[in-house]
């Protein structure tokens, strides 16, 4: 299959994700890396009544999401908000869905997991254990 080029990918992600009454604002990719950068995505969110503003860093390896407000959102809220979406496709066709989650976040996130019917399973905090968790199936 052909890779489609960094225009078809633009063209195809606003015709996917840009739905009628959502706010998009044309900006910069920011790097995360700096106090200002977040400052600078804040305000722009803000200032154009965008509904969101999301930033990756150099490698896209770590995601900043800011809400309309020019609030950031955690990491166990993202991971909840992502969650949930998968929680409910599976539990439809009746599966009980693990949740992995670094030890260091909210009780909230794993309860809420609990009561939508995803088994919530914490681990260290760490991509490696993440991911060794996971690879290994080791949900205990």
Do not use: W
Request: net charge positive; charged share 30%; glycine share 8%.
């Amino acid at each position: 299959r052909k890779m489609p080029t960094l225009m078809e990918e633009r063209k195809s992600f606003k015709e996917l994700y840009l739905l009628p009454g959502v706010k998009a604002v044309r900006a910069k990719l920011y790097y995360l890396s700096s106090l200002k950068t977040l400052k600078d995505i804040k305000n722009a969110v803000v200032a154009n009544g965008a509904d969101v503003g999301i930033a990756f860093d150099g490698d896209s390896d770590r995601i900043g999401v800011i809400d309309s407000k020019g609030n950031p959102l955690s990491g166990d809220k993202l991971l909840l908000i992502y969650a949930m979406d998968v929680i409910k496709d599976l539990v439809r066709r009746g599966e009980k869905p693990n949740i992995v989650s670094e030890v260091k976040c909210s009780q909230v996130l794993f309860d809420t997991i609990e009561s939508l019917g995803g088994i919530p399973v914490m681990c260290k905090t760490g991509h490696g254990y993440i991911k060794s968790k996971i690879n290994n199936n080791d949900f205990s």
